[in-house]
């Protein structure tokens, strides 16, 4: 086994070795409102999952550039609302043009020309043609900081408070979500995404 001890990694070759080995990831494709509710911005981010089902939490992480917040996590800490995508070849192309670097009053959603629909629960829209998406509000919010004290990462765990599902993709009677018709897409390392290839089941233990 190759071993590299984390005290003598870069910041480059830490993301590198997460990135590369916590795969594949689900996408969360956020789209948040500034707090004078003039722009709405739409970001992708794989660092995301799910933390709890009493209530349903997820979790998503969103790490700084060069120390500074990036507009998606500012928006959530100022108005406390996001509505979140899953991601599949419909709208793979749409999600990977928001993940360019835009200033804070320019609006993915417009740039892009992004068809949006009016949200239930939260001021900010959801994206139309994503096949499955979740309102939210903030549930906690945790500055992650480095040995220096430093916010390096905002996480934030976010209650749902609406799901929404493509019809084509969900089962009603059993109230699945139909992976193989869903065909999400999961991000892996650098500019390389993956299908889910093949199912199989396991009888879990008693």
């Known amino acids: 086994m190759l071993h590299y001890p984390t005290k003598f990694l870069s910041a480059k070759q830490a993301y590198k070795f997460l990135s590369g080995s916590i795969i594949p990831r689900p996408i969360a494709w956020v789209t948040t409102l500034n707090k004078n509710h003039e722009t709405v911005n739409a970001a992708p981010f794989s ?9 349903p939490l997820v979790t998503l992480s969103i790490l700084r550039r060069d120390g500074e917040i990036k507009d998606t996590a500012r928006n959530i800490i100022d108005t406390k609302e996001l509505v979140i995508h899953l991601v599949n070849d419909q709208v793979v192309e749409s999600m990977n043009q928001t993940a360019a670097s835009l200033t804070a009053d320019q609006s993915e959603i417009i740039i892009n020309k992004i068809e949006t629909t009016a949200s239930n629960s939260v001021t900010v829209s959801g994206i139309k043609a994503a096949p499955i998406r979740m309102e939210a509000r903030l549930h ?16 934030f765990i976010v209650e749902i408070t609406d799901f929404y599902f493509d019809e084509a993709i969900f089962d009603q009677e059993s109230e699945y979500i139909l992976p193989e018709v869903f065909k999400p897409i999961a991000r892996l390392a650098g500019n390389t995404y993956a299908h889910i290839d093949s199912l199989f089941d396991l009888k879990r233990p008693n």
């Open 47 to 55: 660092f995301f999952n799910a933390a709890a089902s009493d209530i």
């Open 140 to 155: 906690q919010y945790v500055p992650i900081k480095n040995h220096d004290d430093q916010i390096i990462t905002d996480l």
